[in-house]
């Protein structure tokens, strides 16, 4: 390891990196075919963690690529399957094969596979899900999951949800109970601290490390990254052979997305290239491997929106430690940070913390009580028939997320670290079957709200924090009256409306 990188290095170790026992909060994608052992295995040294891309792969291949990874770093490492495209006698095996050789990790994507999750859980694995929605992030969660990645539509590869990073992310950071990680187009350092900045606890790259000599990607598509742009990606279903109906990927525009080779939709294969003997058809998910041999531009060419800041192809350590470097510089600027690490006057955050105790408790608490709120809204805006009631249901969850993202900043802000728990409010309202006496006592629970930020606002002197929570304040007036209106009922005395701060939904 560089010295000069190494020293540089002073990113948050997050909750996240202490589960799955890696230095720095920094992921490498499972990507299929292209994260095998050597790419897994040099991120993990450099202080990342690595998922070996198995997603379809035969046991004998998973096997070995454990083991090579083994002889190559004794840090932990994870494995990536993804269960929608798995055969499913293929998936048990593979499964029991993870659990047999003692795998630490295992990352899954696309349909939340409750078996797959429990049993990987009973086998003591940890399990990290790949999410592209708030209410996958739930049934994940609730299934079992104890990881979360919010993958952004910028991603490469396949993508799940369709909405921005950041937006998503806001999302899901609402309704989470668990250490998220982000994902789509993060390819430098700055991405790095900008996610952990938004409330993140890692960052997954995996176009940066495709682009690297230690993945297994062929050279003609690393070429191909080194020289795109961001507008060069196009979001596409045209290559689908193997993988569910409409499921999109994120590519290089090539012969296959401008049109070229025919209607992806006809039914007759075309071999347009082979591994080892297995062809590899136009149209199908597969991506140029070292192990290909064909028409390398007719493939799926993944790549990230993120690709425009990759210039070079690099051993993966010396990036892994690069983007830690620049991150951690990005990091202090944005923490506000302008002196040595090692002078005492650091010991300031520390006074500021403190001094700032009482405050950050209490907006830790609606915090807690604003993600139960957004989980309740996310929930009943599914459960409700009618249009209307859907509509104000989903519009009272657009802003439940919004004040959990404004009370996450403002507890930073103050040096503090944000709560990931949720308030039992949760589970008290959902154990209402009738969606009008859900909602109901939501907005028993919004009354106390109003309640609490009344008390707090003479506490806080941060004028822009203040400003934050008048907001929230009036939002949730408001929204206590329409939900009331809509019920037919009065606004609930702020006095008389259930408590939030009791027992807590882990």
Wanted: one cysteine or more; glycine letters at 8%; a negative charge.
């Amino acid at each position: 390891m560089h010295s000069s990188y190494s020293e540089a290095s002073s990113l948050p170790r997050t909750a996240l990196c202490d589960l799955l026992g890696c230095r720095h909060p920094l992921l490498l994608a499972g990507m299929g075919g292209v994260s095998r052992s050597e790419l897994v295995a040099a991120v993990t040294e450099a202080g990342g963690f690595g998922f070996l891309g198995m997603v379809r792969e035969p046991l004998a291949l998973i096997r070995t690529e454990v083991e090579r990874v083994r002889q190559r770093t004794d840090r932990p490492f994870g494995v990536n399957l993804i269960p929608a495209t798995t055969d499913p006698q293929l998936l048990r095996e593979q499964v029991e094969l993870c659990i047999a050789l003692r795998v630490p990790v295992v990352s899954l994507f696309w349909d939340v596979h409750h078996a797959v999750i429990a049993r990987l859980r009973e086998a003591g694995i940890v399990v990290v899900h790949q999410v592209g929605s708030a209410t996958e992030a739930l049934l994940a969660q609730e299934a079992g999951a104890q990881a979360l990645i919010a993958q952004g539509v910028e991603a490469g590869g396949h993508v799940r949800g369709r909405l921005p990073l950041m937006e998503l992310l806001t999302q899901v950071l609402s309704v989470a109970s668990v250490p998220v990680a982000a994902a789509g187009g993060l390819a430098d350092g700055r991405d790095v601290a900008r996610v952990l900045a938004q409330g993140a606890q890692a960052a997954v790259l995996g176009t940066a490390l495709m682009a690297t000599i230690d993945s297994f990607a062929h050279d003609y598509h690393k070429q191909r990254l080194v020289q795109a742009h961001a507008g060069d990606t196009v979001l596409t279903e045209d290559f689908h052979i193997n993988w569910p109906l409409h499921a999109a990927v994120r590519v290089l525009a090539n012969s296959v997305t401008c049109c070229e080779r025919g209607d992806p939709s006809m039914a007759e294969r075309t071999v347009i290239g082979e591994e080892e003997g297995r062809p590899i058809y136009l149209f199908s998910t597969d991506s140029p491997l070292r192990s290909m041999t064909g028409n390398y531009e007719a493939m799926a060419l993944y790549a990230g929106k993120g690709v425009d800041r990759i210039t070079s192809i690099e051993p993966a350590g010396e990036r892994v430690q690069r983007i830690v470097a620049e991150a951690a510089q990005h990091w202090r600027l944005l923490e506000g940070e302008t002196v040595d690490v090692a002078s005492p006057v650091c010991y300031a955050a520390d006074v500021e913390r403190e001094r700032h105790a009482p405050v950050i408790a209490r907006l830790d608490e609606l915090l807690e009580a604003e993600r139960a709120g957004a989980r309740v809204t996310l929930r009943s805006a599914a459960h409700a028939q009618d249009g209307d009631m859907r509509a104000l249901i989903e519009a009272v969850h657009r802003d439940e997320v919004k004040w959990c993202a404004m009370l996450m900043r403002a507890i930073r802000s103050l040096q503090g670290t944000p709560s990931s728990r949720t308030g039992a409010f949760y589970a008290k309202a959902m154990a209402f079957e009738k969606l009008d006496e859900r909602l109901a006592f939501l907005n028993r629970g919004q009354g106390w709200v109003v309640k609490k930020l009344r008390e707090l606002l003479p506490m806080v002197d941060d004028a822009s924090i203040r400003q934050g929570l008048t907001e929230m304040l009036q939002a949730h007036e408001v929204n206590l009256d329409k939900v009331n209106s809509r019920l037919g009922l009065a606004r609930p005395r702020a006095d008389a409306v259930p408590s939030q701060a009791g027992a807590r939904l882990e």
